[in-house]
């Protein structure tokens, strides 16, 4: 028995120095009452309160299910606690629901908040607008899940492939028994959200054709009316207006106030562009100006978001875009018909000043007076030259010789009808000639005749008529007519 005892000290000091990590079973007293406990595999040790000052050990039901809330401080084991066999008690099983509840609880109590860093495989996109991923790397899968509210907040599209730092909690899903990263922030690695995001966006209006220049309206040159999108009590408007009054005098300016920053800013400017079209029906509107001072990039961004930067591209009246200082791109920018760096210099570029306008008037009324003074110096020369033409000073040298003009045409004129009519009779004699000499009856005229039946054929050869048959004879000045007595 003493053997035993001492064996079972020593196991338990064992276990309490973190020796041994085998099942130990141990009795301890409360209140006169001795218990069985089993000690399952220590991790570290236990802290054992002591009760009434006594040198016994004293665990509560829970403190042996976490293996790193104890400790065995100086504490040893009375002999009154082994006086009697180690008594090996078998724990009760627990259910399924028990297991994956502890674990659950456990992961979720230690897994609260963390950071993950792995590549993007497995990307699936809900209709009810929530993200399904899973992160990996080399030797580890993690499934995640960003929900709708997390989803629908990110300036960048997840992309399968993509490298991403993850931060979120652990979450069981006892039903199935798995465990899942429940994401509240992603940050692509490498790169700010906010870059790739504009990245992504840029690349994709382009693709469209959204920034291309051919597509880009000009201002008109003389601008009367100007509607300008942006912060009332904001330094942009103030700096515009002070500008534009400077300069000239001669521009109406309506202001349209909206936010310039943080959510829904960039559905507001989109909806003012619509407003600004509607009141155009009624009121001419020559330009549209959408400014803001400067800021970071988070103060700017609502300026790059798609809905604003389709609305400036789709835009029928020409916009300015002055946002932030001249090292501030924003794809509102890219989209404007003209891009200013600043809203001081927006101002400048939709109105000259009224001094310059006046010293360009100035210019043009002199080239205009010039240009008048050398066409009538043209005019001064053509009359001179016209002054002393003969024509004008003795007119009927003109009359003169234009009837010589026309005897010489008469004259030339008689002489060809002369050679043609001569040429013609010429003609005419020869072939009247040459058709006489073709003319039947002229060989008649010498002494030949004409032989041929009553119905007109000529006849050739005895073999054309028959005895008794009629025929007549032609001659030059008559004709006979006999009956056929005898053929030969």
Same mark, same amino acid.
């Not at 999108?229 to 300016?253: E, K, W």
């Not at 970071?296 to 009246?317: G, Q, Y």
């Not at 210099?345 to 007076?369: S, T």
């Not at 240009?371 to 030259?385: F, G, N, S, T």
């Given at each position: 028995?003493?053997?035993?005892?001492?064996?079972? !000290?020593?196991?338990?000091?064992?276990?309490?120095?973190?020796?041994?990590?085998?099942? =130990?079973?141990?009795?301890?007293?409360?209140?006169?009452?001795?218990?069985?406990?089993?000690?399952?595999?220590?991790?570290?040790?236990?802290?054992?309160?002591?009760?009434?000052?006594?040198?016994?050990?004293?665990?509560?039901?829970?403190? #042996?299910?976490?293996?790193?809330?104890?400790?065995?401080?100086?504490?040893?084991?009375?002999?009154?606690?082994?006086?009697?066999?180690?008594?090996?008690?078998?724990?009760?099983?627990?259910? /399924?629901?028990?297991?994956?509840?502890? &674990?659950?609880?456990?992961?979720?109590?230690?897994?609260?908040?963390?950071? /993950?860093? *792995?590549?993007?495989?497995?990307?699936?996109?809900?209709?009810?607008?929530?993200?399904?991923?899973?992160?990996?790397?080399?030797?580890?899968?993690?499934?995640?899940? $960003?929900?709708?509210?997390?989803? +629908?907040? =990110?300036? #960048?599209? &997840?992309?399968?492939?993509?490298?991403? %730092?993850?931060?979120?909690?652990?979450? /069981?899903?006892?039903?199935? *028994?798995?465990?899942?990263?429940?994401?509240?922030? %992603?940050?692509?690695?490498?790169?700010?959200?906010?870059? =790739?995001?504009?990245?992504? =966006?840029?690349?994709?209006?382009? *693709?469209?054709?959204? #920034?291309?220049?051919?597509?880009?309206?000009?201002?008109?040159?003389?601008?009367?009316?100007?509607? %300008?999108?942006?912060?009332?009590?904001?330094?942009?408007?103030?700096?515009?207006?002070? %500008?534009?009054?400077?300069?000239?005098?001669?521009?109406?300016? $309506?202001?349209?106030?909206?936010?310039?920053?943080?959510? +829904?800013?960039?559905?507001?400017?989109?909806?003012?562009?619509?407003?600004?079209?509607?009141?155009?029906?009624?009121?001419?509107?020559?330009?549209?100006?959408?400014?803001?001072?400067?800021?970071?990039?988070?103060?700017?961004?609502?300026?790059?978001?798609?809905?604003?930067?389709? !609305?400036?591209?789709?835009?029928?009246?020409?916009?300015?875009?002055?946002? *932030?200082?001249?090292?501030?791109?924003?794809?509102?920018?890219?989209?404007?018909? /003209?891009?200013?760096?600043?809203?001081?210099?927006?101002?400048?570029?939709?109105?000259?000043?009224?001094?310059?306008?006046? @010293?360009?008037?100035?210019?043009?009324?002199?080239?205009?007076?010039?240009?008048?003074? @050398?066409?009538?110096?043209?005019?001064?020369?053509?009359?001179?030259? #016209?002054?002393?033409?003969?024509?004008?000073?003795?007119?009927?040298?003109?009359?003169?010789?234009?009837?010589?003009?026309?005897?010489?045409?008469?004259?030339?004129?008689?002489?060809?009808?002369?050679?043609?009519?001569?040429?013609?009779?010429?003609?005419?004699?020869?072939?009247? !000639?040459?058709?006489? !000499?073709?003319?039947?009856?002229?060989?008649?005229?010498? +002494?030949?005749?004409?032989?041929?039946?009553?119905?007109?054929?000529?006849?050739?050869?005895?073999?054309?008529?028959?005895?008794?048959?009629? &025929?007549?004879?032609?001659?030059?000045?008559?004709?006979?007519?006999?009956?056929?007595?005898?053929?030969?």
């Amino acid at each position: 028995m003493l053997r035993e005892k001492k064996n079972s !000290a020593r196991r338990l000091n064992r276990v309490i120095e973190g020796r041994d990590t085998r099942f =130990l079973d141990i009795l301890y007293t409360v209140n006169d009452k001795q218990c069985p406990i089993r000690l399952a595999s220590i991790l570290k040790p236990f802290d054992v309160f002591s009760e009434y000052n006594k040198r016994i050990g004293y665990i509560t039901s829970h403190s #042996f299910m976490a293996t790193s809330l104890f400790d065995f401080e100086n504490t040893t084991v009375s002999d009154t606690v082994l006086d009697m066999p180690a008594a090996k008690t078998a724990a009760a099983p627990l259910t /399924v629901f028990d297991l994956t509840r502890k &674990i659950k609880g456990n992961l979720e109590t230690n897994f609260a908040d963390f950071r /993950v860093v *792995g590549q993007v495989s497995n990307l699936s996109r809900a209709g009810s607008g929530h993200v399904y991923l899973t992160l990996k790397d080399e030797h580890a899968q993690l499934p995640a899940v $960003l929900w709708k509210s997390v989803a +629908g907040k =990110l300036r #960048f599209k &997840i992309t399968a492939g993509m490298e991403v %730092v993850c931060r979120g909690r652990l979450d /069981v899903y006892p039903p199935q *028994g798995k465990y899942q990263m429940i994401v509240s922030e %992603v940050e692509p690695q490498g790169v700010g959200s906010l870059e =790739l995001a504009f990245r992504q =966006l840029y690349e994709k209006l382009a *693709g469209e054709g959204l #920034f291309d220049k051919a597509r880009k309206k000009p201002l008109p040159r003389f601008i009367k009316t100007v509607a %300008v999108i942006t912060s009332p009590s904001g330094a942009a408007v103030r700096d515009f207006l002070q %500008v534009l009054g400077r300069r000239t005098r001669q521009v109406d300016v $309506l202001i349209v106030p909206v936010r310039v920053q943080g959510d +829904g800013a960039a559905r507001e400017m989109a909806e003012a562009i619509q407003t600004v079209h509607q009141i155009a029906r009624k009121k001419a509107i020559d330009c549209i100006v959408v400014t803001r001072g400067g800021g970071s990039v988070e103060d700017l961004w609502a300026f790059n978001e798609e809905i604003l930067v389709r !609305a400036v591209a789709a835009s029928r009246i020409p916009i300015v875009s002055g946002v *932030g200082h001249e090292i501030d791109v924003t794809l509102c920018d890219s989209a404007a018909d /003209v891009r200013a760096l600043t809203p001081s210099e927006a101002a400048e570029r939709i109105a000259p000043e009224d001094a310059e306008l006046v @010293r360009n008037l100035e210019m043009l009324r002199r080239r205009l007076e010039d240009a008048v003074e @050398r066409r009538l110096q043209r005019y001064r020369d053509k009359y001179h030259h #016209f002054e002393n033409h003969p024509t004008l000073t003795r007119p009927e040298r003109m009359i003169e010789n234009r009837n010589r003009m026309v005897d010489l045409c008469e004259e030339r004129l008689s002489r060809a009808l002369d050679r043609r009519v001569q040429g013609a009779t010429e003609k005419l004699a020869w072939a009247a !000639a040459a058709l006489e !000499a073709r003319n039947p009856l002229a060989i008649l005229a010498r +002494g030949y005749t004409l032989t041929e039946t009553e119905t007109g054929l000529r006849i050739r050869h005895p073999d054309d008529v028959s005895h008794g048959q009629a &025929i007549r004879t032609r001659l030059a000045d008559g004709m006979i007519e006999s009956v056929v007595r005898k053929l030969s």
